[in-house]
């Protein structure tokens, strides 16, 4: 956003998100009781120039025929500060969306706390993020729309807590401001840092988007996020969520590996366009780092809403930013490191809060091996996903798609069921380092690769892998019939996850993998 463009108004701004006529506002009027003149004068010339009584505006209205709760900033109601009254207004506005039991979305536009009150105000910032934090814990979505600028402690609180972000094109977003910062340290910040579109670069919003497309962008993520009844019905697997298809001729280890690496093999990308609506991507960790070797984000998966995370391998078949994912997600993927992985931990939280089924992909390579990665805390990260995944609340199911080597692959298998395509793989190490530890070559990889039991078939057979789908020939020149195909299959297995009584499934995820390999 330039300096000369006009800000959109709190109102503008939410008479452009809600349906025509439906927005309802829930906000008191605020009495001046200020002993200061110079802040009482400053109040009541920051009413006259906006028609509010605050800096905060709050209410519900419907969006796309969805009721939810909307909570905005006016900048020109001093700078969008927060102080006791703004604050308190906010509080009550989050605790009585909660009480409703409706989604929240936050558009903040803010210098921060404001200095006329001093510290009692600063401390507004606590209260407002824990009325959020109760919010979300009652498995409601918070969603924030960044607008220009926000800053301080705005951001540092309530900004910056979304289960999705986006932020308005060109809006300065910051922690410091840069006329505090030039005051203070006696030169001016660096410039391009504090923009919207280098935030999403970083993986600290998840899509940078002016006002006008806010509406879809919100009603696509909260059919995810809040599902509709009607839409929830478990959609229909001709073979049974749980039947096993007759089993097909067994292929070799050489065959199915040679397969998942061809270029043109459909990846996750291609499975969501083919087999997913209401696609929402997320960048990154939301917390300053992005891996292009994942992909996360809200969907429907055959119906069914869920959270997606997958390995994003990509290839010159993946085309970016078409149909259901959009622009600002990367096209081709790398080896997965562990930002990656922070990335898909965001991932699992955001189905906790909100108990939302889980699918994860699994398609890598391996892990990066690199300093970066080592110094990152690559094997921490992989742990922590283990962990997380076993104690996940949230109904969970993975499907091994391609190629799956070493512990990339193993940070997003456990899961209540697996699936797995005929010529997808799991192996410790991709199978020429197998080789290459056993042998010193690499020229009995698939020798190694059959001996260690990393097909599909052996899969099932060790109680690794639930069901295998038959992919048919056509799978990476065509895979039109495979991928919807697909698709209806994990939106019923997700259906019936969600379905089970959470400690039901809890207790007999832990019992599958305490009892692998173990013969009784």
């Not at 999403?200 to 996020?225: C, F, K, N, Q, Y």
């Not at 994860?360 to 996903?385: F, K, P, Y």
């Not at 391609?402 to 990339?408: E, F, K, S």
Request: with cysteine; charged share 25%; proline share 7%.
């Amino acid at each position: 956003m330039s300096a000369t463009s006009p800000r959109t108004s709190a109102l503008d701004l939410i008479e452009a998100v809600v349906d025509p006529g439906s927005w309802r506002g829930w906000d008191e009027p605020v009495e001046v009781t200020t002993d200061d003149p110079a802040y009482r004068a400053d109040l009541l010339a920051a009413r006259e120039r906006t028609g509010l009584d605050e800096s905060v505006v709050t209410g519900e209205g419907l969006l796309r025929g969805r009721r939810v709760a909307v909570v905005a900033c006016e900048f020109r109601f001093l700078a969008g500060s927060i102080g006791v009254a703004a604050g308190e207004r906010l509080v009550t506005a989050v605790e009585r969306a909660t009480a409703e039991g409706l989604p929240l979305l936050a558009a903040p536009a803010s210098g921060g706390t404001r200095m006329q009150e001093g510290t009692i105000a600063f401390l507004q910032m606590v209260k407002v993020t824990a009325a959020i934090t109760d919010h979300k814990a009652a498995g409601l979505p918070y969603l924030v729309y960044l607008r220009h600028p926000t800053t301080g402690g705005v951001l540092a609180s309530w900004g910056s807590l979304g289960h999705v972000t986006a932020a308005e094109p060109g809006a300065l977003i910051g922690f410091l401001g840069p006329r505090v910062h030039e005051a203070l340290y006696g030169e001016e910040f660096p410039p391009g840092v504090q923009i919207a579109e280098n935030l999403l670069a970083h993986g600290l919003v998840d899509a940078v988007l002016p006002a006008d497309r806010l509406p879809e962008t919100v009603a696509r993520a909260l059919t995810v996020l809040c599902g509709d009844a009607a839409a929830d019905a478990p959609p229909k697997d001709p073979a049974g969520a749980h039947d096993q298809a007759p089993a097909p001729v067994p292929a070799s280890a050489a065959e199915s590996i040679r397969r998942s690496r061809r270029p043109e093999r459909p990846g996750v990308r291609r499975l969501l366009r083919a087999a997913a609506t209401d696609v929402t991507p997320l960048s990154g960790t939301g917390a300053g780092e992005r891996d292009p070797g994942l992909l996360l984000a809200l969907a429907r998966v055959g119906g069914t809403p869920c959270v997606v995370l997958g390995h994003d391998r990509g290839s010159h078949a993946e085309e970016p930013g078409t149909d259901a994912v959009e622009s600002g997600v990367p096209a081709h993927g790398q080896a997965l490191g562990p930002a990656g992985l922070r990335a898909a931990r965001r991932g699992m939280r955001v189905a906790a809060e909100l108990d939302l089924p889980l699918l994860t992909v699994v398609d890598t390579a391996g892990a990066a091996l690199s300093r970066d990665a080592e110094e990152g805390g690559l094997a921490g990260e992989i742990a922590r996903c283990l962990a997380d995944l076993m104690a996940l609340p949230a109904p969970t199911l993975c499907l091994l798609l391609g190629q799956g080597a070493g512990g990339a692959a193993l940070a997003l298998l456990p899961a209540d069921r697996v699936l797995a395509a005929r010529h997808a793989w799991l192996s410790p190490l991709p199978p020429e380092g197998a080789s290459a530890i056993l042998y010193r070559t690499t020229d009995r990889a698939y020798e190694v690769a059959e001996r260690q039991g990393v097909r599909s078939a052996d899969l099932l057979a060790n109680g690794i892998v639930d069901r295998i789908v038959e992919e048919g020939e056509g799978e990476t020149a065509d895979p039109d019939g495979f991928l919807p195909r697909l698709g209806r299959i994990l939106g019923a297995e997700l259906a019936v996850l969600k379905g089970r009584e959470q400690g039901e499934r809890l207790t007999a995820r832990r019992a599958r993998y305490r009892n692998l390999g173990v013969r009784r």
